[in-house]
């Protein structure tokens, strides 16, 4: 959850367990209890809910730094072939502007695209690579890095759909809550019309706290001070 989102998961909570800690002034079969009884799941959801974010938010760091890595690695296998080539090139007609540099974009879209034709440039010529010391395998490793690229890319474009509707639940499950409470304030009100030290209590738990100020520096001047 972001900061906001967390503000209001834990006043909800709060309020939570101050219906839970006066249960008895709130039967479960009244409006009150069934209210309060409403609030708990959905605050339960919530908790599931935000485990899935945390889960989602960690694999897309693993597959981004798995889509780094296997970016770095096919751009330097296209610049080999290419580097190849042009030897290659020199004395074999055939292998003349098969693999050319200029490229529209370093997207890693272009990428996948580029190195699969170069492999299958490369595949009929692979004698003359290997001639100039290229690794046997290096159509096959082009081919399945492109594989493996795209793969990652897919990840991250299900990643991002999946971050979408797992916020859109939150906040869903959050303006429930925030409702609950409200609904709340009327029965607990009622209920402890002549206790005010319980009142005073309801209302510290319903409180939404405000967000945190950033600390100014010793050194800095004050807003709107004026300059001497």
Not at 33 to 48: F, M, V
Not at 92 to 118: C, I, K, M, W, Y
Not at 120 to 145: C, G, H, N, Q
Not at 194 to 222: I, N, Q, T, V, Y
Request: charged share 30%.
């Amino acid at each position: 959850m972001n900061d906001n989102q967390r503000r209001r998961y834990e006043r909800g909570s709060r309020v939570d367990a101050f219906m839970t800690s006066n249960a008895a002034d709130f039967p479960a079969a009244g409006k009150g209890g069934q209210t309060a009884a409403r609030l708990r799941e959905e605050l339960a959801a919530l908790a599931a809910l935000d485990v899935l974010k945390a889960g989602a938010a960690s694999e897309r760091r693993r597959t981004s730094s798995a889509r780094g890595g296997l970016r770095e690695s096919l751009r330097a296998q296209v610049a080999a072939v290419c580097d190849t080539a042009e030897a290659v090139g020199a004395e074999h007609a055939e292998a003349r502007g098969l693999f050319p540099r200029a490229r529209a974009d370093n997207s890693d879209q272009t990428l996948v695209a580029v190195a699969r034709s170069f492999a299958a440039a490369a595949a009929p010529l692979k004698a003359r690579f290997v001639e100039y010391e290229m690794p046997p395998d290096f159509v096959e490793r082009l081919t399945a890095d492109a594989d493996a690229l795209e793969a990652q890319m897919s990840r991250q474009t299900e990643g991002a759909g999946a971050r979408v509707s797992n916020n859109a639940a939150i906040e869903g499950a959050l303006g429930r809550v925030d409702e609950l409470a409200e609904r709340l304030d009327v029965a607990v009100r009622n209920r402890y019309r002549d206790d005010p030290a319980r009142l005073a209590a309801w209302e510290s738990a319903r409180r939404l706290e405000r967000p945190a100020r950033a600390k100014r520096d010793a050194g800095s001047p004050r807003p709107n001070a004026e300059q001497k």
